[in-house]
């Protein structure tokens, strides 16, 4: 069991749609999470960074952690061709100096 | 303020041979860290650079050696390559000794052993 899930998609969906992405993970010892975003071909950008559990808020977006679930979230609101692109979710630990990635979904908005 | 810049973007190589991928790190930062990317998955840690000295090392073998300069660049070096290197590269610098997780990726080199 990879210690990272992430759905690997494609998913489409239609432009100004609500688009949830999603995490599981099995290390309870994670406690900074984040979601980067990769265009084709270029490096990962991060788009929302989180220490444990709660809420954050950027834009039109929020990224949520449930860490008594080992669930993580990213909502895209009001989606925009621009946002197509792979979502990856990352965590690390507190002693650890590395990231541990999804394999990244990837998301097409279409006008 | 520059960006992580990496080079060379793309080259190909054979089985056997040795290649030297080269980072600098954006402006201030202090810590650099090696990833792999295999086409479909995410990044893969290989290991991470801080104030020159080797601080952390995923699942890579030792054929997979890297530096850091005292400007803060780096290079990774693989020996003896083989075809399942092929993947994109990705240096990402932070500010400090410990990663939190906000990393600044560079574009990547992407590497095809044939």
């Known amino acids: 069991q990879k210690e990272v899930e992430q759905d690997p998609g494609p998913l489409s969906v239609p432009e100004g749609a609500i688009v949830s992405l999603n995490c599981t993970y099995s290390?309870?010892?994670?406690?900074?999470f984040m979601w980067y975003r990769q265009y084709s071909r270029k490096g990962p950008e991060l788009l929302m960074y989180?220490?444990?559990?709660g809420n954050k808020e950027d834009g039109r977006f929020t990224a949520q952690v449930d860490k008594s679930s080992k669930y993580i979230s990213l909502f895209i609101r009001d989606s925009q061709p621009s946002d197509s692109a792979t979502y990856l979710c990352?965590?690390?630990?507190?002693?650890?100096?590395?990231?541990?990635f999804g394999t990244g979904t990837r998301l097409q908005v279409f006008p | 303020e520059t960006g992580v810049t990496q080079s060379p973007t793309h080259l190909i190589k054979t089985r056997g041979q040795q290649v030297t991928l080269r980072c600098s790190s954006q402006?201030?930062?202090?810590?650099v860290s090696w990833y792999q990317q295999a086409l479909g998955q995410g990044p893969q840690f290989i290991f991470q650079?801080?104030?020159?000295?080797?601080?952390g090392r995923g699942n890579f073998p030792p054929r997979f050696s890297g530096l850091q300069f005292p400007n803060y660049s780096s290079e990774l070096n693989v020996n003896a390559l083989e075809l399942d290197d092929s993947a994109l590269y990705l240096c990402?610098?932070?500010?400090?000794?410990?990663?939190?997780?906000?990393?600044?990726f560079g574009e990547g080199s992407r590497l095809t052993v044939l």
């Open positions: 990402a610098s932070s500010p400090g000794e410990r990663n939190t997780g906000e990393l600044f």
């Open positions: 290390n309870s010892a994670f406690q900074y």
């Open positions: 989180t220490y444990s559990s």
């Open positions: 990352a965590m690390s630990g507190g002693n650890t100096d590395k990231l541990i």
């Open positions: 402006s201030g930062h202090n810590t």
């Open positions: 650079y801080y104030r020159e000295e080797e601080n």
